[in-house]
């Protein structure tokens, strides 16, 4: 069983930055890829960024390339999404999520899921 707690949402102007943590319980953190998504109301969950169980490969979505970067600290059990370059179409409920067998854009098949922070950014 792993217990995500999401961190750092929050308001920003457009082309500001918010970093968002992602608080992992358990002792077996570096055994499960992480990914981060995000969904506005109406929409289906989107996929954002994983990370894989080492941190060595990372995978992102095409419209936040360049200005996102995810990474993790087994040591901390967390991971992390560093925003740059925030858009107003960034706004969104930010999730993170735990997939034991890889990184995978499909929520479905993450295992765990945290609660969401809010991320609003305005024009």
């Known amino acids: 069983q792993v217990q995500l707690v999401e961190s750092g949402g929050g308001l920003v102007q457009a082309g500001g930055s918010l970093r968002l943590s992602c608080a992992a319980s358990?002792?077996?953190?570096?055994?499960?890829?992480m990914g981060w998504f995000r969904q506005v109301p109406g929409k289906e969950r989107e996929f954002v960024a994983a990370?894989?169980?080492?941190?060595?490969?990372?995978y992102y979505e095409d419209s936040v390339k360049g200005r996102f970067t995810i990474s993790r600290d087994n040591a901390k059990n967390t991971v992390y999404l560093q925003m740059n370059s925030l858009k107003p179409e960034d706004t969104a409920v930010y999730y993170c999520a735990a997939d034991a067998l890889g990184m995978e854009r499909v929520a479905g098949l993450y295992d765990y899921w945290g609660q969401g922070t809010q991320v609003t950014v305005s024009s």
């Open positions: 990370i894989s169980w080492s941190g060595a490969r990372t």
């Open positions: 358990g002792r077996t953190f570096s055994s499960y890829c």
